[in-house]
């Protein structure tokens, strides 16, 4: 028999979500950025061991699933970075908390090893379907990453595990955090509804990430689809108008 994910949701977020949910005609098609091929860059070269001979690099979502296939997660967690525009992100920062050192420096020989192992690790307790929170809770530990690099990563490990929905997907302060929650909170506070709290998705705990997800999945239940459909709707619409928030509609109680 299949084992089954244990993945509890937040029941509060999920009764409100339940109520007010984006309106899924009113977004783009959901398709997921598809990553590119570039020039390797000197920097970039700098976070893998070994003499690797070629002279681009694919984080083409099929080249991260290659990677996660090959158990390369040296190579796995540069694409993801490339493709979450976390390398070198802002000032090099998000370079930073991933490796441990500043953009353009090499980064010690025992950060490859945690990274290697802690990934690696992670990849196997997701093909046994352990607990999800138990996986975040020692990537968080061992690696002392963002939620946003957490959750890429962790997206794209769950698909290559083969996960069937509900599957983790990324979290980012540009649409998710400045755009879709103050606009739920709004809407919530002016239908007269209770915005529960804690609700902030602020910060890297599990039970922020979580609240995120709770919502997500709710609005897939609602819409009849994925995780993945909502979130890269909700991201093509940011794309396309980051200006105006998503639309959100409420059935009759």
Not at 48 to 72: E, H, K, P, Q
Not at 91 to 116: A, C, H, L, N, W
Not at 209 to 223: D, E, G, L, P, S
């Amino acid at each position: 028999m299949k084992k089954e994910t244990v993945w509890p949701m937040d029941q509060r977020i999920a009764e409100i979500a339940s109520l007010i949910y984006p309106e899924m005609d009113r977004l783009p098609a959901p398709l997921q950025y598809e990553g590119e091929v570039k020039l390797w860059k000197e920097n970039w070269r700098l976070v893998l061991t070994g003499n690797r001979s070629i002279d681009s690099c694919d984080y083409r979502v099929s080249a991260i699933f290659d990677s996660i296939r090959n158990r390369d997660w040296q190579l796995f967690v540069l694409q993801v970075g490339l493709w979450g525009g976390m390398i070198p992100g802002v000032m090099g920062k998000s370079f930073e908390k991933i490796y441990g050192v500043p953009f353009g420096q090499r980064p010690q020989e025992d950060r490859f090893e945690t990274i290697q192992n802690t990934i690696g690790l992670a990849f196997d307790a997701l093909q046994e379907r352990r607990s999800l929170e138990g996986i975040w809770g020692t990537l968080r530990d061992e690696l002392d990453w963002s939620a946003v690099m957490l959750s890429k990563c962790l997206h794209f490990l769950a698909r290559g595990a083969a996960w069937n929905d509900p599957v983790p997907v990324p979290i980012d302060n540009a649409m998710v955090r400045n755009w879709l929650w103050p606009e739920l909170k709004r809407i919530v506070r002016s239908r007269g509804l209770n915005w529960p709290w804690p609700a902030g998705i602020q910060g890297d705990s599990w039970e922020s990430y979580n609240r995120y997800m709770t919502a997500i999945r709710t609005w897939a239940h609602v819409h009849g689809c994925s995780c993945m459909e909502v979130e890269t709707a909700l991201f093509s619409g940011w794309r396309q108008n980051s200006k105006h928030p998503p639309v959100f509609n409420s059935p009759r109680r």
